[in-house]
């Protein structure tokens, strides 16, 4: 069996496939294995889906290869970014089915996750355009020879992608390896595999050669590793922890120094001046933190506000964030729901506790919301110092902590003072402030009068231990792209 009947709160009944999608098909896994994929809401079992192992990735890799040699190379740019519009198409068209999957196996907010799938038409759309533009140059050097430079698609790509933002993540690496004429061997998280399948039908749906995309579940350290480490995989693109980033990098230098790109974690930050709109400073502020219940790698986790203002700065964001409805992800008002997992609830109450040992003070928030599901409470840690592990290190919950600062040189301190670089952000009513501070902040992206507004058209990606390479935009064609140089010589002169 590789599909099974589910029915989500949103969307009614729908057949979830549960296979592995390899070279156009749902298949179960070499070794039979299966693995349960738990709702986070209330922590039951909602079904079961075919794991990848290294077998099954070499069966998918194998597959992404005689795709690449074969047909996918044959057909025309223009074709490729068709097939990506009309994967767009019917994402747009099972909009409500996606998101309602999202909520169901993530636990994330409907109304947010339906701003998820539309971003995924968008991007897959936005890359659609692409294909066909994607071009070289006629490079002029001595009169004898006619030189031009060509970008061809590296091969078979492998893809890692994390939970906090299933779908997305999907289409930020399929839009641009699609689009440069690369094949994907995709591997989803193990928490949150269920969208990405009914995504993999919609890939055959949107009539996409066999073997062009596919799409496995499976563990880290087994399909994951797998694929980082294997020979026939051309590039390795990853999201996820700083940590597994690094495994990745060494495992590609260990096999076939396959080209890699890391998309890392973060420990971004929101800066208040003085002189910014309070109002809005305190909305994108708590958005800033909060949304997607703090799992995203670009969170505004520490918060600094000049000191002229941090008293009635922390007392309204305190009152901002305890407003946040927490419960239900199919709840129509809904902006957090639980965690992903057992896991990552634990880790983010251990931090909690640590945060609390350390001395710093809770404003708001602390502690488990309810008894079922993995739901926390908004947490603002006051009462900080730079060196704590919770000023310092990714939590990717729902736990910021907020501190003052006097001066602009002080902002920029310890705005870059961590490993990190992925994002920030300023709040200002002064352009000056503005432009100096983001400029002088060492982030992929800096936001001002606002947080985490990502777009398909703008770069992102890290600095400093965020990562390497940018995805989104026409900088992430770069990823996808290898120069080949052709250089002919005119003429009959001999050489010498
Ligand atoms: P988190 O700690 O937030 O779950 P991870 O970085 O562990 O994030 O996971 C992100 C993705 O990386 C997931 O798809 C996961 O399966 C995969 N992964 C985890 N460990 C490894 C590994 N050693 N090699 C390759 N992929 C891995």
């Not at 109304?111 to 971003?119: N, Q, R």
């Not at 009539?207 to 579940?217: A, R």
């Not at 400029?439 to 390497?468: C, D, R």
């Amino acid at each position: 069996m590789t599909s099974v009947q589910l029915e989500t709160p949103h969307s009614g009944k729908y057949e979830q496939p549960t296979g592995l999608f390899i070279n156009g098909e749902f298949v179960k896994g070499v070794d039979g294995k299966t693995f349960e994929v738990i709702n986070p809401s209330n922590e039951k079992v909602i079904t079961s889906v075919h794991e990848a192992t290294e077998k099954d990735v070499d069966i998918a890799v194998a597959a992404a290869r005689k795709a690449f040699e074969g047909p996918w190379r044959k057909e025309t740019p223009e074709q490729r970014g068709k097939y990506l519009v009309k994967l767009a198409d019917l994402f747009e068209q099972n909009l409500d089915l996606l998101a309602a999957i999202e909520s169901l196996d993530n636990g994330k907010a409907i109304s947010m996750a339906k701003v998820d799938v539309g971003m995924c038409a968008g991007c897959l759309r936005y890359y659609g355009g692409w294909a066909d533009k994607i071009e070289g140059k006629v490079i002029d050097t001595t009169p004898d020879t006619f030189n031009y430079t060509k970008k061809e698609p590296i091969g078979v790509c492998g893809q890692i992608i994390p939970w906090n933002f299933p779908l997305l993540m999907w289409a930020w690496k399929i839009g641009p390896a699609i689009a440069c004429g690369n094949t994907v061997v995709i591997k989803t998280a193990e928490q949150t595999p269920l969208s990405a399948l009914v995504a993999a039908r919609l890939v055959k749906e949107a009539g996409f050669p066999p073997g062009v995309i596919n799409v496995l579940s499976g563990f880290g350290k087994i399909a994951g590793a797998a694929i980082a480490s294997h020979m026939d995989v051309d590039k390795v693109a990853f999201t996820g922890s700083t940590v597994v980033g690094r495994q990745i990098m060494k495992a590609a230098a260990g096999s076939n120094l396959k080209k890699v790109t890391l998309e890392l974690g973060g420990k971004s930050p929101n800066i208040v001046f003085e002189d910014a709109d309070i109002d809005n400073a305190i909305s994108w502020v708590n958005f800033g933190i909060f949304f997607n219940h703090g799992q995203c790698c670009c969170a505004g986790s520490r918060v600094y506000v000049q000191e002229s203002i941090y008293d009635t700065f922390l007392q309204r964001f305190k009152e901002r964030a305890s407003k946040n409805v927490v419960g239900d992800p199919f709840g129509a008002d809904t902006f957090q729901g639980p965690q992903v997992s057992q896991v990552q609830f634990d880790r983010i109450m251990s931090y909690i506790e640590e945060g609390k040992k350390s001395g710093a003070k809770v404003e708001t928030g602390g502690e488990r919301k309810g008894k079922e599901g993995f739901f926390i409470e908004p947490t603002i840690f006051s009462n900080v110092t730079e060196d704590m592990k919770i000023v310092q290190e990714e939590i990717f919950g729902p736990v910021c902590s907020i501190a003052k600062f006097k001066t602009k040189e002080d902002a920029i301190r310890i705005g870059n003072s961590t490993t990190y670089g992925l994002a920030a952000a300023v709040h200002t009513s002064n352009l000056n402030t503005a432009i100096e501070v983001s400029n002088a902040l060492k982030a992929g992206t800096v936001w001002v009068n606002a947080y985490n507004m990502l777009h398909h058209q703008l770069p992102f990606g890290g600095f400093k231990e965020s990562g390497i390479g940018r995805e989104l935009g026409e900088a992430a064609l770069d990823n996808y792209t290898q120069v080949k140089t052709v250089s002919i010589r005119l003429g009959d002169a001999l050489f010498g």
